[in-house]
């Protein structure tokens, strides 16, 4: 499953990095929570949890309903 979430973070990477951000993988959880770490100017963006939420929740969602959700971690 990590590969998966992995090639999908890179599908994302793109949007995030048009911004001067990025978007870092750091754990897939027993309880099918994705972990991630946003960095450059997504890390210190006011728009930070709806980018997690409403961007990158949702596509990994839906490519893999499995995921509970999405959190942010510093």
Do not use: F, W
Request: one cysteine or more; aromatic letters at 6%; a negative charge.
């Amino acid at each position: 499953m990590e590969e998966k979430i992995k090639e999908a973070l890179e599908k994302i990477r793109p949007y995030l990095q048009q911004d001067g951000g990025d978007v870092e993988y750091v754990d897939y959880t027993d309880d099918n929570v994705v972990k991630v770490r946003l960095q450059g100017h997504c890390a210190g963006c006011p728009m930070s949890q709806m980018t997690v939420k409403n961007g990158i929740e949702r596509l990994l969602k839906e490519a893999y309903p499995e995921v509970a959700s999405v959190e942010s971690v510093s």
